[in-house]
């Protein structure tokens, strides 16, 4: 029955109005400039049939209706029952404020001895998107700035500075001094839209104060990042490797191109494709959880079992630790398995005329091509409920090159200074209630999505000039279009 | 000319770097991170010459750290009365010198700051009832009024009830029934709701996600567990009982605090009709201990300072806090460790009540069934609270002890009721 109402394929996948770019082998190429429009007009008509589809047979498994100021922290509802301590054990990790070692409560001492902050929500608020502080004065409470210097790590990735390491640490544990701080200013520029409507678009500009290690030699690389949202992203792991890689061959607009990063994993000890992170710079949420308690929080796990201290922190290596690791497997699985099934948000009032009219529009400026409305999950053992499903991520995983405006001159891994990951789009409507100072672009520039469309350029160039040419009526349309996801 | 400049660039050099150099306050809390984040952001966009430094720590833990030399804490900011009160007494704080006017030492009979003034209430939080209305109806259950409620036959299998040896806020809650109500009705209350409840050994908002999700109808928990889920938009209630038991929680200066402006700012801070709002906050919904902020509350927002003046009793919170390890170590033994026993013994003389009520063996089932093997005097002795603070040898045998006979009372009484049942009409 299910098969009959959904078109579920001989793979056990539901195929109702898949990406279709990912369909094609990427040895078929057309040749003539007629086959590549046809086939451009092909991918337009299916894409636009895939935003005008109602909500998949089993679409609820996999995303909660929720759009609550809690719409990010609920797990899939087809996660069993038998799941659900892993999942609460993983919640309350994520939950928790780590405690400074030594501690009685050894399971969670381990903060520092540099760190960001004190928790995993501290930074993503309502497992939300992060946002610039407003005033130079205002910490980075839910931001970070990654350092490197010119080379690589060895494995292709960045070169971390030899005494400050990858990222600024602005805290210290008693005893150990934090890295400085990094002030934000903003410059602020008006951009005219075709209707004569102006809007105002702020530039973040770092400036890094007390440091403690030394001033920052020039060659210095900088590049602030507010904390992406936590939910989907099993969902996204579940996509098959060869779906995202195909995508880079998938016919695209002229000038829209993406590839893919290509990363360490430490696990695997090799490099393989990137998925996760500003700059698809991470192969896994494992690797991307890890990394982030140690980075952020000083937090050693069994995949980065060294504390972040460099050879120039002296007082940081002989801080005390409180285990090694400080987070135990148990703990890094539970963490994993929470980040798996969170659920995204489904699409709200999708038969709304405006939004309808809106999803039109983003699929007629060409945003779909990069936002790619639908992919497909393959096998998934840590989570069954995630195989085989269609998910609405509004993502291709693949970097663009996003222009000089947006550019940090930071290459990592593959993606150069220009080149982002597109992010996902799910959930998007909902980051302001979540959080209402949510941030949008990677350095939380935008204000609203609007202004993050508008920043928009290099490969989405004639994307943003198309928004820039609407009329505020469409404008509007976009807007509920993408509130709505 | 060029002085000039050059004198004019260096002041300027100096003033950015005073603009830009803050002083840490250093903090020590075991609060969740939606209580810190608020209060860090809106403290330092108020004070901005400080920069917020939280040090995480709680219970015991928290007490072992500040024994140790050069803990250099500024601010203790929490919710753990007894090390308050443990603190106070050895001397570790100054005494409040902050403008304290608009704070009551007092809810009523709850006594919240301490009466020497060396730390006062920051927030409050009120124990009681969080339910889920659409299953309370659909088992046709009523609306719990008060805890004596939930000790109806009707709420078996729908009752979740945390276990204070292994839930924080529990232990209070417990006590608050227990002088409440009295020594000895306080523990028929209480193991009367365990016969009809499930047992919470896990943190604190699981109760309010068992009740917000639907999975149970009633949980006994604390007010901004619930009230925060309710202001999120989650199908459940709450309700107090009739008398409110309240859980303070504190502030303090150490008395060899290093930025002792910067800790006076942040008390103040705290303490202040800005700080007080923050609790009130979807995420925290604490219960202010600033009256003159209830006079801005979201709709239906609790006011203890009114509700106290409905109903009140004397809480004695020095002892309550002193007995916590025993209270809870009887809780184990009558309770968590009998749980069986003890659904067993009530179901049987609920179904004895429900074929006779002159039976002279259904009196003597309830004496088995509400026996204790302590009286309210003994649990103030302090040897015997040092014993199961310490939980040494002694405890470990008066509680093998208190096992037997538990065991054998509530045989006995289970016996008598289904001998009530047994019997011929």
Known sequence: MKQQKSGISNSGTTDVGANLFAQKPSHVRMNSHLQKTQSWLLGLLLIALSLSQPAFANESDITTDKATREAYLQAIPAMPESDRPKFIHGRSLVRQVWVIAPSENREIAGLGPLYNRLSCIACHIGNGRGFAPATPQEPMRTMLVRLSVPGDDGHGGPKPHAAYGGQLNENGVPGVTGEGRAEVRF?????????????????????????????????????PRITPPLFGLGLLQAVPEADIVALVDAPKPEGIKGRVNRVWDEEQQKNVLGRFGWKANMPNLRQQIAGAYVGDMGITSPLFPKENCTAAQGACRQSPSAGSPELTKEQL????????????????NANNKQVQRGAALFRQAQCSACHVPQLKTGDFAPLPALSH????????????????????HRPDYLATGREWRTPPLWGIGLARKVDPRAGFLHDGRARTVLEAVLWHDGEAANAAQSVKDMSASDRKALTKFLESL | MRAIKWIMAACLLLLSQLASATEKVVVLSSYPQ?????????????????RLEILWRHGRDAMTYLHQPHSAVDVYWTPAQRNFAVLAKEGAFRKLDIDLSGLPKKIGG???????????????????????????????????????????????????????SKVGYAPMLVDTLLQGYGWQQGWDVLKQIAANAILADTPSTFISDDVGSGREAVGMTMDFFA????????PLRFTYPEKVGYSPAHVAIFREA????????????????????LLLHPDIRKLPVRPAVYASKPKGYFDPFASAQLASYDYDAASGLMRQELISALFDALI???HLELKTMWSAIHQAEQKTRNDPRLQEARTHANWLPLTAAQTNDAALQQTFIQRDSRAVTLEQQWDTEISKHYAQATQLAQAILGAKP
Do not use: C
């Not at chain 2, 009230?227 to 989650?234: D, L, P, Q, T, V």
């Open chain 2, 336 to 338: 968590t460790r009998h």
């Open chain 1, 389 to 408: 499903q269609i998910i609405r991520p509004y993502t291709d995983l693949l970097l663009h090159d996003m222009g000089e405006a947006l550019a940090d």
């Open chain 2, 34 to 50: 939606e209580v810190i984040t608020p209060f860090e952001a809106a403290f330092e966009a108020a004070y901005p010459q400080y």
């Open chain 2, 227 to 234: 009230r925060s889920a309710i202001a999120n938009e989650n």
């Open chain 2, 110 to 164: 709850f006594q919240i700051s301490d009466p020497d003034g060396y730390y006062v209430a920051s927030e409050t939080a009120g124990y009681g009832m969080a339910y889920h209305p659409a299953e309370l109806k659909r088992m046709q259950l009523p609306i719990p009024t008060d805890w004596k409620s939930l000790m109806s036959p009707a709420f078996n299998g729908h009752v979740v009830m945390p276990v204070p």
């Open chain 1, 333 to 348: 699985d539970a963490s994993e398995f929470y980040h798996f099934a969170l659920a995204a948000p489904r699409q709200r």
């Open chain 1, 187 to 223: 410059t602020e520029h008006a951009v005219k839209l075709k209707d004569g409507t102006q809007i105002k678009l702020r530039k973040p500009v770092i400036t890094f104060v007390d440091l403690a290690y030394g001033e920052f030699p020039p060659e210095m690389m900088t590049s």
């Open chain 2, 258 to 277: 290093k930025n002792l402006d910067g800790a006076r700012a942040f008390a103040s801070f705290v303490l202040s009709d800005q700080g007080q709002k």
